[in-house]
């Protein structure tokens, strides 16, 4: 059993992987129903909780969907550049940045615990600008 669910995660992490952007559970599901039919959504919703848990999947709140995480430090609050052209997901750390919105959090005694920061826009090969490399 315990085999079986890390089985799922590696697959689902391999689909996201494949996919520069993000995906819904639901798309997720379809795309592994055609190697397994069978495979039932909370399989997935337990391998995504699992890989979100992990790092290694950051969850897109505003779009409710899934997207793999493309650096290798995984303990980190990421910062997710959602290009809403074509749905490209950047990825930034800024460890200072989540500092500062805790202490202004903070200032009315709030203690932060997960920071969610999402960023809708236009990627840089949509725009026609530079793509910095
Ligand atoms: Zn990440
Ligand atoms: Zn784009």
New binding site residues.
């Given amino acids: 059993m315990r085999m079986r669910g890390e089985k799922v995660q590696a697959d689902v992490l391999a689909i996201l992987h494949q996919r520069h952007g993000s995906m819904s559970a639901y798309d997720i599901l379809a795309q592994l129903r055609e190697a397994n039919p069978k495979i039932a959504p909370p399989t997935i919703y337990r391998a995504l909780a699992a890989l979100t848990e992990r ?1 290694r999947v ?1 969850r897109l709140e505003s779009l409710n969907a899934f997207t793999a ?3 290798d430090h ?1 303990q ?1 609050a ?1 910062i997710l550049s959602v290009c809403d052209d074509c749905g490209a997901v950047e ?1 930034s750390v800024a460890p200072e940045l989540l500092q500062a919105l805790s202490s202004i959090a903070g200032k009315t005694g709030f203690t932060a615990t997960r920071h969610v920061i999402e960023v809708h826009g236009i990627c840089a090969s949509c725009s026609g600008g530079p793509v910095p490399s």
């Fill in positions: 790092g950051h995480c493309q650096c995984h980190h990421a990825e």
